[in-house]
């Protein structure tokens, strides 16, 4: 095996472990087990998140139609959750948290004296990703018919 392709095979945790008083594989600079290093750390970040944050008024209901399959979380008092099409309700506490769904419509409320913090947060998605979604719909919705206009000649 050459020392290139050693280097490489080499985990970042590896490299911490071997101790200083052996000799390593690598030369004495080791420029490639940092590279191997960043190139680890760099595939365990999280992707690109957005991030809603609002406040439910006391004694009042806010509705949410769910764009991208988020996550609620509340940050400050109890809230109250409703979903469309679920027969339960939901109270969250500070720091609890709802997974929600595309296309799901939510309402939420709360009893306490004070706004409640909400945060709705989901995966990025670049622009015009819903135009794109669209697109591929209306495509396959006409190679359907298409299909089926051939089918009955």
Known sequence: MDDAFQA??????????????????????????????????????????????????????????????ATLRVRVTQVWVTRARSPYDHWLQPGETLRLERGERIWLSTEAAMPARVSITSAWQPPFAGVRRGMERLAAWLALLTLRRSHEA
């Open 8 to 69: 490489a095979s080499l985990t970042a945790s590896q490299l911490a472990s071997q101790p200083a008083s052996q000799p390593a594989s690598q030369p004495a600079s080791q420029p490639v087990a940092h590279a191997v290093a960043d190139a680890t750390d760099r595939f365990d970040d999280l992707l690109p998140v957005q991030s809603v944050h609002f406040a439910v008024p006391p004694m009042r209901t806010v509705t949410w139609r769910v764009s991208a399959s």
